[in-house]
């Protein structure tokens, strides 16, 4: 089953403006977590992870959030562009291992000219 | 470097075919390897994974197998395909940037 799900499905925003994906997990053993871009027809590419001893990571125009109190995860896309228009996924790895990863449903952004 | 294959791309099956899809991953050894299945406006969820050559773990009971004839190589089978078992299937392994690397996808329909 899904462990991990995500707030909203579908989010519209105005290009160039910021957007903000939220996720929540359930199992508070998972230590390391993962967002996806997936494009349509296309499989999921990596876009931001972060392990559960940090509570922000920043790359290009991403930042990822981790609230471990209260199990929530959160992405944030800076000046979004239309290229941003994707379905983006949560990931969390419960185990750490072999056993492979748990995603939530996705969250669809929009962008708007 | 590594890269995944995955194929076909798009399948069109009748209910009651076999189904055969396979994935090979070039430029690594002994990876960890996956099959995904993401049905329409869902996420993604995991069917099976192996660790080496001949080791298979199911995550959820369906309709479907898989094996691992190669280090590098995994299969994803069905004797008698469903009209349930259409969606996208992704097959991923364990490396790469993120821990997870995936392929293409291919877009099952059965019909």
């Known amino acids: 089953g899904e462990s991990v799900g995500l707030h909203l499905p579908t989010l519209s925003v105005q290009e160039g403006d910021n957007s903000i994906i939220n996720c929540a997990y359930s199992?508070?053993?998972?230590?390391?977590f993962i967002w996806y871009k997936q494009e349509s027809g296309k499989g999921p590419q990596f876009i931001i992870d972060i392990r559960s001893n940090m509570d922000k990571r920043q790359g290009q125009r991403v930042t990822v959030l981790l609230n471990k109190t209260v199990k929530h995860l959160s992405l944030q896309i800076a000046a979004t562009q239309p290229g941003d228009s994707a379905v983006y996924f949560c990931a969390e790895n419960p185990g750490g291992g072999a056993d492979g990863l748990t995603f939530g449903k996705g969250t669809h952004l929009i962008i708007q000219p | 470097s590594q890269t995944i294959h995955q194929w076909p791309a798009t399948l069109v099956q009748p209910v009651g075919s076999p189904l055969s899809l396979e994935c090979t991953v070039e430029?690594?050894?002994?990876?960890?390897l996956y099959w995904y299945r993401q049905a329409a406006g869902r996420g993604l969820q995991l069917l099976f994974y192996?660790?080496?050559?001949?080791?298979i773990s199911s995550e959820v009971p369906q309709n479907l197998s898989a094996s691992r004839p190669q280090d590098r190589q995994f299969i994803l089978s069905s004797k008698k395909l469903l009209l349930s078992d259409s969606g996208f299937y992704l097959c991923?392994?364990?490396?790469?940037?993120?821990?997870?690397?995936f392929g293409s996808g291919t877009r099952l329909t059965v019909v």
């Open positions: 192996s660790v080496g050559i001949g080791q």
């Open positions: 991923a392994w364990m490396g790469g940037v993120g821990g997870y690397t």
């Open positions: 430029g690594t050894s002994n990876p960890n």
């Open positions: 199992n508070s053993a998972s230590d390391y």
